[in-house]
Nanobody, 117 residues
Framework: QVQLVESGGGLVQPGGSLRLSCAAS?????????MGWYRQAPGKERELVAI???????HYADFVKGRFTISRDNAKNTVYLQMNSLKPEDTAVYYC??????????WGQGTQVTVSS
């Protein structure tokens, strides 16, 4: 079941930028323990891109450090992934995930990011 609504994907040229958004309900957002972005390219396993641990800190995968930034807007119950200096190898379906109390996980429907000239 899709619990989070993602938007912002699309086609962009190498070196370009996109901002992905993940909108949650107040119930899910308010009980979050972690918020993260994952991606999955064709024929490959899903991999962690970036994650925020509520009130603790942020972790980025090595392949996006210095290029991507994860952030949140509590007033909008939304988590973002700002992607700069995009490369063709960033092409994938990007998924938002929010973990909450009671060991529950919620996933977005996925949004396609294609980096191509």
């Amino acid at each position: 079941q899709v619990q989070l609504v993602e938007s912002g994907g699309g086609l962009v040229q190498p070196g370009g930028s996109l901002r992905l958004s993940c909108a949650a309900s107040g119930r899910i957002f308010g009980s979050s323990t972690a918020m993260g972005w994952y991606r999955q390219a064709p024929g490959k396993e899903r991999e962690l891109v970036a994650i925020m641990y509520s009130g603790v800190g942020t972790h980025y995968a090595d392949f996006v450090k210095g290029r991507f930034t994860i952030s949140r807007d509590n007033a909008k119950n939304t988590v973002y992934l700002q992607m700069n200096s995009l490369k063709p190898e960033d092409t994938a379906v990007y998924y938002c995930k929010i973990s909450t109390t009671y060991s529950r996980d919620y996933w977005g429907q996925g949004t396609q990011v294609t980096v191509s000239s």
